[in-house]
């Protein structure tokens, strides 16, 4: 059987990890002097609770290319025949290099490293996917290639409270242009060319998220797959239901975690999907 593994920017719920056979490799977050593996040493609720009722700011890094190479050789002993890792944006992280690096040094079984170009759940979406071919059978080149044309067709569309656990952080991409009038302004995400972009602006929380809603209705019967991410956001119940009018079934719920958490911060509420 070809196995999956993707990195902890998935934010991919641990039931939903388990039940399609998707292994994480976790990325590091650092809060003052102390390491945490996400995921293993930190949980969501300890990584929240940290990050709104502490003073430090957090810092992420990529896992080490060992890490990975522990993770190939736990699969190959597992009876894997191959290996499909599938990680977040490598316009945003170092993921993708370590993977690949462990990758070309592996010769037990054959890997594909796929660049997703996303993060969070539009990255979890294509996992899933991949992951349900794998399960089904498929060799290889076949769950390679599905990987590849679900990141592909695959994006995200959320509102922030601020940007500026994005600036800390140094993830900004494009959506710079955000900054020098973020004062009363709740900026509109998505993603291109792999890295965050600014989709729109508006002065209200509420209108943002209308914003999301709106954008979702436009895609109409085109959305394949579709889940809300989320995090700490007070109006998620409502804006679920929402999703759910338009969509005509209740969306995949992810709980943003500790790397895309840590230059998202608290509040943030949006959309992944897939287009068919």
């Known amino acids: 059987m070809i196995r999956i593994i993707t990195d902890s920017g998935c934010d991919l719920p641990a039931d939903v990890l388990a039940e399609h056979r998707v292994d994480v490799v976790p990325l590091t977050v650092r809060f003052g002097e102390t390491d945490y593996l996400a995921g293993i040493d930190l949980s969501i609720d300890e990584f929240w609770q940290k990050l709104i009722g502490g003073d ?13 190479t522990a993770a190939y050789g736990q699969l190959a002993a597992d009876g894997a025949d191959g290996i499909v ?62 990987a590849s044309d679900a990141c592909e067709a ?16 140094g993830r900004i991409g494009t959506a710079a242009a955000f900054v020098g009038g973020l004062l009363d302004v709740k900026p509109v ?26 954008h979702l209705r436009d895609l109409g019967d085109r959305v394949a797959r579709l889940g809300v991410i989320h995090s700490e956001a007070d109006d998620l119940a409502d804006f679920v239901d929402g999703v759910t009018d338009i969509h005509g079934a209740p969306p995949l719920i992810i709980r943003i975690g500790p790397i895309v958490g840590t230059h998202a911060g608290p509040g943030a509420l949006g959309v992944v999907y897939r287009l068919g």
């Open 85 to 146: 890792v599938i990680c977040m944006s490598s316009a945003i992280s170092a993921t993708h290099r370590s993977a690949t690096l462990a990758a070309e040094a592996f010769e037990t079984i054959p890997i594909r490293v796929i660049d997703s170009r996303l993060v969070s759940g539009a990255l979890g979406l294509a996992v899933i996917e991949a992951a349900e071919r794998a399960l089904a059978g498929d060799d290889l080149d076949a769950v390679a290639a599905t």
């Open 154 to 169: 695959a994006n995200l569309y959320a509102t922030l409270d601020t940007l500026e656990y994005l600036r800390r952080g």
């Open 189 to 214: 995400i998505s993603f291109e060319v792999g890295e965050v972009t600014a989709a729109g602006r508006v002065r209200t929380r509420s209108r943002a998220v209308a914003d999301v809603l709106d």
């Open 56 to 68: 430090d700011t957090p810092q992420t890094a990529a896992p080490s290319v060992g890490r990975f």
